[in-house]
């Protein structure tokens, strides 16, 4: 059975960074990619960042509020785990942050929620202005 289990959220004021770690169980590591994704009250839920482990390819969401230059994604496989480091946190990064599983592990041309099949409970994150 998948599991994924999302940890280090919190409340940050703007500026301030977070970590973000999804623990992975249950199925073969390096046959999935694991995503990042973002759920803001009354939006629909976005990919933020998007990483295959067998060979490390990355993926960060180009949105208006671009994660780019301030998320970096990164994978330990000896731990079955993937983290999010976030930096430079703003107010419009308030959300439920989600990780999921989806295999093969690739994302086509973005991180698109309903291609991934298997999902974690979420950890909230909160920055205030």
């Known amino acids: 059975e998948v599991q994924l289990v999302e940890s280090g959220g919190g409340l940050v004021q703007a500026g301030g960074s977070l970590r973000l770690s999804c623990a992975a169980s249950g199925f073969t590591f390096a046959d999935y990619a694991i995503g990042w994704f973002r759920q803001a009250p009354g939006k629909e839920r976005e990919g933020v960042s998007c990483i295959s482990s067998s060979d490390g390819r990355t993926y960060y969401a180009d949105s208006a509020d671009s994660v780019k230059g301030r998320f970096t994604i990164s994978s330990d496989n000896a731990k079955n785990t993937v983290y999010l480091q976030m930096n430079n946190l703003k107010p419009e990064d308030t959300a439920v942050y989600y990780c999921?599983?989806?295999?093969?592990?690739?994302w086509g041309d973005g991180a698109d929620p309903a291609l991934f099949g298997s999902w974690g409970q979420g950890t909230q994150v909160t920055v205030s202005s």
């Open positions: 999921a599983a989806k295999s093969p592990p690739d």
